[in-house]
């Protein structure tokens, strides 16, 4: 949390101006974070200078491991977060790869479980890592990629947190994320989440105990009509202590996260929160 309001607040302190073409907005921008989860230790990196909706953080994951394609499926699991991707994108509505209302395309999930190989067919990232990692196999590769330059042009955006990569180490498992892109005030706060949630859950399936998460940062940055909001709200406020995240131990194997499993399944503890803070979304 802590990291959360450093790296915020060095933005605003040490950032760049730099204009985005695609959302005709300016950032204040900075080039690389890094910030490290305790999910050895249950710490839940949520944010508490604002209320934070944390199940639809854990219902768009879940829907990047199911592989989902549509802003409906994700929709129904719990999250509206590809709404505007899928249906406001101006370049995405002209592509001829657009398969109408919803589509996303070939992204995260979509890509990565089911991911082309040049010689023909496609490889599912995601259940050779799983079955490496049940079976105690770390060969130092098992990095869930949903990083296809190739395909960019056949989805709505390219990933943001393109990569994790999972590491056994001492009878604990491990994670190391990157994002090349980051909206600090919306989607860090969902990111964050991500992050630990993904390495909890893996080791809980995968029968091992969890350790640190690392998140990489490369372009954090904080759009021109979010800044007021963060500068004089969200950083004035004193953050809570962190919450702990509840996970539903029945949840035992990979099938129970294609199939089952939803956000009811995951509960907050001890989430003491200020008020929340609408900030503006840039499509
Ligand atoms: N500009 C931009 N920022 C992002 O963070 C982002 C994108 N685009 N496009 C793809 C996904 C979609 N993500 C999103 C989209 C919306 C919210 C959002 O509106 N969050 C609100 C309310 C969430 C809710 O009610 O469930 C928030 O206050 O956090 C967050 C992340 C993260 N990503
Ligand atoms: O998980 C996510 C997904 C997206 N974002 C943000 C980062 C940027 O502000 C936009 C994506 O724009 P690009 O032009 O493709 O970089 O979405 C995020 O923070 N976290």
Redesign the pocket.
Same mark, same amino acid.
């Given at each position: 949390m802590k990291q959360y309001l450093e790296l915020a607040n060095k933005i605003i302190t040490e950032g760049t101006w730099v204009d985005n073409e695609r959302?005709g907005k300016r950032c204040l921008t900075l080039i690389n974070a890094d910030l490290t989860y305790d999910v050895d230790e249950g710490k839940f990196p949520l944010i508490t200078t604002?209320?934070?909706?944390y199940? +639809? /953080?854990i219902a768009?994951m879940i829907g990047y491991i199911r592989g989902y394609d549509s802003a409906a499926q994700f929709r129904q699991i719990g999250?509206?977060?590809?709404d /505007?991707?899928a249906n406001q994108n101006q370049a995405w509505l002209s592509s001829p790869y657009r398969k109408g209302e919803d589509d996303c395309g070939l992204i995260y999930g979509k890509i990565a479980r089911n991911f082309p190989k040049p010689d023909g067919g496609s490889v599912d990232l995601l259940r050779k890592i799983y079955n490496d990692l049940r079976s105690g196999i770390d060969d130092r590769g098992e990095i869930y990629t949903f990083y296809h330059p190739g395909a960019f042009h056949m989805g709505c $955006?390219r990933p943001?947190m393109y990569s994790h990569h999972f590491s056994l180490l001492g009878g604990k498992l491990y994670l190391n994320s990157t994002q090349r892109s980051?909206?600090v005030p $919306?989607? $860090? *706060?969902? *990111?964050m989440v991500q992050v630990y949630f993904l390495l909890a859950i893996m080791a809980q399936i995968t029968g091992h105990k969890p350790g640190k998460a690392y998140h990489k940062i490369v372009n954090a940055h904080i759009?021109e009509d979010q800044l007021e909001l963060m500068q004089n709200v969200q950083l004035k406020r004193e953050p809570f202590n962190s919450p702990s995240l509840k996970i539903n131990p029945q949840i035992k194997t990979l099938e129970d996260l294609e199939t089952w499993v939803s956000v009811d399944d995951f509960e907050v503890e001890n989430y003491e929160f200020h008020d929340?803070? +609408?900030?503006p979304?840039?499509?």
């Open positions: 959302t604002r209320k934070s909706y199940k +639809s /953080a768009e999250t509206k977060t590809w /505007a991707n $955006l943001c980051c909206d $919306l989607g $860090l *706060n969902f *990111n759009y929340p803070i +609408s900030y979304f840039s499509v």
